[in-house]
């Protein structure tokens, strides 16, 4: 019979590690970072806002079999996401692997970055949620593992972990209605390796926090494409069901009439709130929920679109389900198909499982979003648009939006 997996065994935290050194001086005008998963959808303009809102030297974990081909990766992926023309000079791609120990880099360069480190922004992961734990453990607990000896090294360098809301899904209704910051999921019945891995990651954090380590915990909801551009992987690692149940509807001509409320938001605007709050001294040792705090559903997004010039009709959710089956294969593109395909296979009608309340009052006093400083954005129709734009351009929907 198999050992039931002890999430908080897991979680070892190498005894040796205490951060007593002083912190290091630069961390709110950094000299130097550390970036993981640059090549990542999120990492990507992670690196972009870094670039913008500090000066500092970035250097970025990729996997490639040389350094040329890690900063040709980079190139390619900034170029298609359409960031700034050049990634300048301020970018050092650091061939290396999450793992692998020391990152797979020599022990004398490990130390060498970590001795040069004013931050820390840890945003690769394995993110294939089909995966069990032990395909995933080396490189998101492993990874995270050797990311906290590397922030011991020298001074004592900031953290900045990328976990995610999704670990509260399927725990319950907490004492309090939502799930506080301050609220952790309980790991015995966090289900499935992805996630598992990630309570596991912040079960790590806590303890170097413990330790001494500033630290800080970004739990990201729903990411949408870019604000600006739209641009969102709709062809190689598609991942967002909502736009591409939303594509099917439009390709369909037909809309499930469900209720679900909406709480995603523009990557754009996640990524700047992240650079913004790493750098507030009140924020060490904090949790953070990032997601869209401005009230929407489902129904509005399909009224939006409509809007936008594409017609519409509401059917219950088994016509609509049926309408998929029949057509679906037709009117999508292969790897949304492929995707929507999966999902509906496993929900079958239940599109939308419940989900939990999720609180982020402590993160929008942090951003200032309660006093107007940093509102949350609109799913409008202007947003809409260049998002539709965006999947015309992509081959994804026949038909572009109005204008
Ligand atoms: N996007 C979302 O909807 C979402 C929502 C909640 C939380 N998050 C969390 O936010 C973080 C960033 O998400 P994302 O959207 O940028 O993910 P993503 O697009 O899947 O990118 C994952 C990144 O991790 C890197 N990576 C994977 N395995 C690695 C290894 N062994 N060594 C080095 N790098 C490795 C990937 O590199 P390669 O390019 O070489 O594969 C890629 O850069 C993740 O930790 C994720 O769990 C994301």
């Known amino acids: 019979m198999a050992i039931p997996l002890d999430l908080r065994a897991e979680a070892h935290l190498d005894p040796s590690l205490h951060y007593r050194n002083p912190l290091s001086a630069h ?40 350094a040329a081909a890690a900063r040709q990766r980079l190139q390619g992926l900034w170029q298609e996401y359409q960031l700034d023309p050049s990634l300048g000079d301020r970018v050092q791609p650091l061939v290396g692997d999450l793992s692998q120990p020391h990152l797979g880099l020599s022990a004398t360069a490990f130390t060498e970055l970590g001795s040069r480190l004013d931050g820390i922004y840890h945003s690769g992961a394995g993110v294939a949620v089909t995966q069990p734990y032990d395909r995933l453990k080396a490189i998101n607990v492993g990874g995270t593992q050797t990311l ?35 609220d952790f999921p309980e790991p015995a019945s966090v289900k499935g390796g992805y996630k598992q891995t990630k309570v596991v990651s912040e079960l790590l954090i806590q303890a170097a926090q413990e330790r001494g380590l500033p630290a800080c915990i970004y739990r990201p909801g729903r990411i949408l494409g870019h ?13 967002d069901f909502l736009f591409i149940l939303l594509i099917a509807c439009v390709q369909l001509g037909c809309y499930p009439q469900v209720e679900e409320a909406i709480e995603a938001a523009p990557v754009d605007y996640f990524s700047r709130a992240i650079v913004h709050l790493a750098h507030q001294p009140a924020s060490f040792c904090q949790v953070f929920h990032l997601l869209n705090s401005r009230p929407s559903t489902w129904l509005d997004l399909v009224a939006t ?18 309408q998929w089956r029949q057509r679906g294969a037709a ?42 400083a940093y509102p949350p954005p609109s799913l409008d129709k202007t947003l809409l648009q260049v998002y539709f734009r965006y999947f015309h351009h992509q081959g994804a929907v026949s038909q572009p939006p109005l204008a």
């Open 227 to 239: 604000s600006a551009t739209g641009i969102i992987d709709l062809i190689q690692n598609p991942k």
């Open 305 to 322: 679109t409509q809007g936008l010039g594409y017609g519409l009709e509401g059917v219950t959710v088994e016509a609509w389900v049926e």
């Open 331 to 372: 009117v999508l593109t292969p790897p949304l198909q492929g995707l929507l395909s999966q999902v509906i296979e496993a929900r079958g009608t239940a599109l939308f499982p419940p989900k939990p309340g999720i609180d982020d009052g402590q993160t929008a006093q942090a951003l200032g979003t309660i006093a107007g």
């Open 27 to 66: 961390w709110q005008q950094p000299r130097t970072l550390l970036l993981t998963g640059a090549t990542g959808f999120l990492g990507l303009y992670l690196l972009g806002e870094l670039l913008t809102q500090t000066q500092a030297q970035i250097y970025c974990l990729v996997r490639a079999n040389d």
């Open 148 to 182: 906290l000896h590397l922030a011991h090294i020298g001074q004592t360098t900031p953290f900045h972990y990328l976990s995610s809301l999704g670990l509260f899904f399927g725990q319950g209704t907490p004492a309090q209605g939502r799930f506080q910051e301050s």
